[in-house]
């Protein structure tokens, strides 16, 4: 490979990486946490029992449906299981006459029109959160802004990562020949062989993760194709997600079938557990059942459906396989949300993406350490490295810091208050602003102790504070083998201890006093400094 | 910026240098992406079978299309001849898919 | 299975690891030669298809690779940090003096 062209690539990673790194690092440690979704969704709400029989909580989620909309136009359950806080259900009460409903998927689902359904098959009493979906959404919705503008964002920042991550494996020079190797208390390069490091070892989930995030927004993103092809974009989307059509309602009325018989078969024609029921026109004599298997049993992210007449449980219709592009975008979205993992798999995407989150941040780092070495005065360095330096402290210490505190806010603020849900997150974006100004007006080094050590310490605390106010502790959980939930606390506890441990060592950091760069007039040889035993180190090959 | 040579020299070195940044830079970014939409566009009426699976086909493609893009602005030997190969390659996509379009329609 | 999968894969990333001259020279003290560079390396890469093997047996052919490529990476870093971060007999006898 020629000098230049790795050269070149080299400027290029630089500033592919940085430009968008903050982002990335935001991107990235969301999506890592959002892999535990569904665990934190029950973590954050410790009222709610485990669901240890989902077809009872489907009972009383038709029950309660019929009871609260036995007219509407359409129904959803999401189907439970011991993983899931509940059954989440929907509804969508029937258009005014005369009202024009917009779109295929029709109105938006309001906060009025859904509830969650517990392991008893009644109505949950939990605290109000976003729970774990929240950083799910988070990953690529962002917040306080229009999920389009949002989702830009973060597709650029993917297609910079990709870009970064390219052109990163060309310039790598000896990619293979220092795999192993980790310089330590030697500055830039210790910092490097840790950028290399998380970047190397991980790097097959690296290009997947990222891949497959621009494919996850591929309509929004690259839609010329589409374009090309078609004048009538619903042609595609017919085509690509085969759907029955929608059923006029008669008017006469017939009460629905009991959907864990339908769930029953549909399980047995899918060969594994169904995901999610639609019901369409519920009480009426066209009523359909429409089951769609779950995203846990297959690689895809496009499960099948089948659907059903309400009334009797005939079977009307299945969806037609698809094609092989198709088939391979379903994969790719699938390997990208992971949902297909188990728990061993699901545990080696989180150590990916923890490393790919510490690849972006000491990356990021890096930058910094590379030029702070090389400031021609290191008291006053020019604006460029002053900024970069405060969106390291502001964006990697306080990120963190936010999820902490939103954490505690979960946990703390008032069962009964209003937009508990909305609050919870305001007090991630609340914590961070603190952060943004202790990155302002602390110097770094010390920015980085409260920050890290603030961050620690919140996490390191929560597990015990759940034993002693929370319905549910590490001890009880363990004992119950409740083994997400005990995991999460256990977790934090790590994550909690770690950064404790990071901060100490910032906050006993002394670098090693440099030898004198300026040359002495005369062209005479630089007088040597003696050092503390620091760089006596040499790597031994 | 160290003057090694006169200053009218390293002033116009200077300019130069920027300018081959600015055409490396819009070469790799709204270029590149333009590009990789005119061979999705091109690959989308070209690839043989079902309309459907190739539209997906060449959109899953074109987010490779766009980072080598980027790498090519930035490996070229010039500024220019970065910016002048992508124009000429999505030139061939755009009539491709011009020509495509004008023979068979859209659905 | 997957267990065995991950130890065949943390035992490839030994060899690989121990085939480089400072890690061969810190933790088992003698010099790295060719022959043996060589013979680790070979080790190490059958190492690499035996985990694919087992990957396969245990997960099927998509979920197999899938685990396989996972199963590495979990490899690579646990070695890596094994053999950087843990205290080597060098390290010992300078703390004892």
């Known amino acids: 490979m020629s000098k230049s062209f790795r050269q070149s690539q080299s400027f290029l990673h630089t500033w592919s990486g940085l430009l968008l790194g903050w982002v990335l690092f935001v991107i990235f440690m969301a999506g890592t946490i959002a892999f535990w979704r569904e665990g934190l969704n029950r973590w954050m709400r410790p009222e709610l029992d485990r669901i240890e029989q989902p077809y009872t909580v489907l009972g009383g989620a038709q029950r309660f449906l019929q009871g609260k909309a036995a007219d509407a136009k359409s129904w959803y359950i999401a189907m439970p299981s011991d993983k899931s806080a509940g059954a989440q259900v929907y509804w969508q009460p029937q258009p005014e006459p005369g009202k024009e409903r917009g779109g295929r998927r029709g109105g938006r689902r309001s906060r009025e029109n859904q509830a969650l359904i517990g392991a008893d098959g009644l109505p949950a009493v939990a605290r109000e959160t976003r729970g774990g979906d929240f950083f799910y959404r988070f990953h690529f919705d962002l917040h306080y802004m229009p999920v389009i503008w949002a989702r830009w964002l973060v597709g650029v920042a993917a297609m910079a990562m990709l870009v970064a991550i390219l052109s990163g494996i060309v310039t790598h020079k000896k990619i293979f020949k220092d795999f192993f190797t980790l310089r330590r208390g030697k500055g830039q390069r210790s910092w490097l062989d840790g950028h290399n490091a998380t970047a190397v070892l991980a790097l097959p989930f690296h290009l997947m993760i990222t891949y497959t995030g621009l494919v996850t927004l591929m309509a929004m993103l690259m839609p010329w194709a589409v374009v090309a092809n078609y004048a009538d974009t619903e042609k595609l989307y017919d085509r690509l997600f085969p759907h029955v059509e929608e059923q006029a309602r008669s008017g006469t009325r017939a009460p629905l079938i009991d959907l864990g018989r339908v769930v029953r078969n549909a399980e047995q024609r899918l060969g594994g557990p169904a995901g999610s029921i639609n019901v369409s026109e519920p009480g009426d004599a066209a009523a359909t059942i429409t089951v769609t298997g779950a995203p846990s049993a297959m690689l895809s992210s496009r499960a099948p459906s089948l659907t059903y007449r309400g009334t009797d449980g005939a079977f009307v219709w299945e969806t037609p396989a698809p094609g092989g592009a198709s088939v391979t975008a379903g994969a790719m979205i699938g390997l990208h949300a992971g949902r297909f993992a188990d728990y061993g798999m699901r545990w080696l995407y989180f150590l990916c993406g923890i490393g790919g989150t510490l690849m972006v941040a000491s990356g990021l780092v890096l930058w910094i350490v590379k030029r702070r070495e090389k400031l021609p005065d290191p008291a006053r360095p020019h604006f460029g490295f002053r900024l970069v330096e405060w969106l390291n402290i502001a964006v990697i210490g306080g990120f963190p810091l936010g999820v902490a505190a939103m954490l505690w806010a979960n946990r703390l603020l008032p069962m009964a208050m209003k937009d508990r849900a909305e609050w919870e997150i305001h007090a991630l974006f609340i914590a961070w602003g603190v952060a943004l100004g202790i990155a302002s007006v602390l110097r770094s080094g010390r920015a980085w102790t409260v920050l890290l050590g603030a961050t620690g310490a919140l996490l390191a605390t929560i597990p015990v504070y759940n034993v002693l106010a929370a319905p549910r502790g590490l001890p009880a959980t363990l004992l119950q083998g409740d083994y997400l939930l005990a995991g999460i606390d256990l977790a934090l506890m790590t994550f909690g201890a770690s950064l404790l441990a990071t901060a100490r060592r910032v906050a006993t950091y002394r670098p090693a006093a440099k030898r004198p760069r300026k040359r002495v007039p005369g062209g005479g040889a630089q007088a040597p400094v003696s050092s503390s035993g620091l760089h006596a180190m040499e790597p031994a090959e | 910026m160290t003057a090694t040579t006169g200053s009218k020299g390293t002033a116009a070195d200077a300019w130069k240098r920027r300018g081959d940044m600015t055409l490396r830079i819009v070469a790799a970014v709204p270029l590149g992406y333009a590009v990789a939409s005119l061979w999705a566009m091109a690959l989308a009426r070209l690839l043989p079978g079902d309309r459907a699976e190739a539209t997906v086909a060449a959109t899953l493609v074109a987010f490779a299309l766009c980072a080598g893009a980027a790498m090519w602005a930035f490996a070229a030997r010039s500024g220019w001849r970065a910016f002048w190969t992508l124009v000429v390659a999505g030139a061939i996509a755009g009539g491709l898919t011009w020509l495509s379009i004008m023979g068979s329609g859209r659905l | ?97």
């Open chain 3, 1 to 97: 299975m997957i267990v065995l999968c991950l130890i065949v894969a943390v035992g490839t990333f030994v060899l690989f690891g121990l085939s480089t001259n400072q890690h061969h020279q810190q933790r088992l003290g003698a010099k790295l030669t060719p022959p043996r560079k060589k013979a680790l390396r070979s080790a190490a890469w059958g190492g690499v298809g035996l985990c694919l093997a087992l990957a396969f047996l245990a997960e099927g052919a998509v979920y197999g690779a899938i685990f396989w490529l996972g199963a590495l990476s979990f490899g690579a870093a646990a070695v890596f940090l094994f053999l950087n971060l843990a205290p080597t007999s060098a390290d010992t006898s300078r703390r004892a003096k």
